[in-house]
């Protein structure tokens, strides 16, 4: 265990794994704070004011009209039909 080896901040945990968030960036802002004395918390952007502020924009994000609009299509190129195949070429969801 190295407290270095883990990413000090969200923009660094984006740059190493820039998939997706985890749903507990929606749910709970306690995620940011180590449980670990030797390890500092995970700093949220500078836009943000706090974890709390971090996880209410977030939420408010997902639940807006164009993530509504829109979810469709994520849930095809990660799970369903635009996965594989010409689909997925159409959808420019090919390496």
């Keep these: 265990w190295q407290p270095n080896?883990?990413?000090p901040?969200?923009?660094?945990?984006?740059?190493?794994?820039?998939?997706?968030?985890i749903p507990e960036f929606f749910t709970d802002p306690?995620?940011?704070t180590s449980i670990h004395l030797d390890m500092?918390?995970?700093?949220?952007?500078?836009?943000?004011?706090s974890a709390e502020d971090f996880v209410a924009w977030h939420r408010e994000v997902l639940d807006s009209p164009q993530v509504t609009q829109r979810l469709h299509e994520w849930i095809d190129v990660t799970f369903g039909c635009?996965?594989?195949g010409?689909?997925?070429v159409a959808a420019k969801n090919v390496p």
């Design 5 to 7: 080896e883990y990413p």
């Design 9 to 21: 901040s969200i923009q660094r945990m984006y740059e190493w794994t820039p998939d997706e968030c």
């Design 86 to 88: 010409d689909a997925a």
């Design 30 to 32: 306690s995620v940011f």
């Design 40 to 49: 500092s918390d995970l700093a949220v952007p500078p836009w943000a004011a």
């Design 82 to 84: 635009k996965l594989i």
